[in-house]
């Protein structure tokens, strides 16, 4: 018995091939770009590949001092930078400081051995979106990534107690969120949970000048620094859950 074989080119429509790069495309919006600040060579390049894992996540340089770093985010532009505290030629406070008071829009996620509560309260008054230790999980460094990429803030399980007890050890000393006024209080909790002034003024039917104006207040009553300080006591004084 013969048995004919056709032979056959398989093609690919036009259509098909369209909607596979659209696919790529979409992928690639959404994907994360993160600079690394880490001195360590070994640390750096396990970061990197760790990193390059993660479909969601990819890296756009790296840099092993505080001042290229710096430099590095005016450049590359990266939605998040992965900061360690302890970098040479500007440490990361500095860094930190820098790169939130030229492109705000940057998240910064503090990765470092430091959990005693002055290196934890200098990175968040410096403007820091996350604080993760380096011997935490990878888990827990992801879910700082990406949380962080949303706009909310986040504190490592195993730091957050620190935090917890640096505010109630000061209880006697700061003021209680009790001198807010209501419209001050929903503010506070919104901005807490990541909201944008724009948001919170559509949720609250205010303007932004108004919700600017409630903001400000009540961290000058409250005596607070910025969004980040903000975000720490309500979850210090559980106003909000993390």
């Not at 403007?127 to 990878?138: E, H, I, P, Q, T």
Request: net charge positive.
């Amino acid at each position: 018995m013969k048995f004919l074989v056709h032979h056959c080119r398989l093609t690919v429509s036009p259509e098909l091939t369209r909607a596979c790069n659209d696919r790529r495309h979409r992928l690639a919006k959404i994907r994360q770009r993160i600079l690394i600040a880490e001195d360590q060579t070994i640390m750096r390049d396990g970061l990197q590949a760790l990193l390059a894992s993660e479909p969601d996540f990819e890296v756009v340089g790296a840099t092993a001092a505080g001042e290229p770093a710096v430099r590095e985010a005016s450049t590359l532009h990266p939605d998040i930078v992965l900061m360690d505290m302890s970098i040479p030629r500007t440490n990361g406070i500095g860094a930190i400081t820098r790169i939130k008071r030229e492109q705000p829009e940057i998240k910064v996620v503090v990765l470092t051995f430091h959990k005693e509560d002055k290196f934890i309260q200098a990175a968040l008054q410096a403007g820091a979106d996350a604080y993760v230790l380096k011997n935490d999980s990878r888990e827990e460094l992801f879910a700082a990534l990406r949380i962080s990429g949303t706009g909310r803030h986040y504190l490592s399980p195993s730091i957050l107690e620190h935090v917890i007890v640096g505010y109630l050890d000061r209880t006697t000393e700061s003021p209680s969120w009790e001198i807010l006024t209501n419209r001050e209080r929903e503010v506070m909790k919104l901005i807490a949970q990541g909201c944008r002034t724009k948001d919170i003024a559509a949720q609250l039917a205010l303007s932004p000048r108004t919700v600017e104006r409630h903001r400000t207040n009540l961290m000058k009553k409250l005596d607070l620094r910025n969004v980040s300080a903000v975000t720490t006591y309500a979850i210090a004084n559980g106003i909000i859950s993390q």
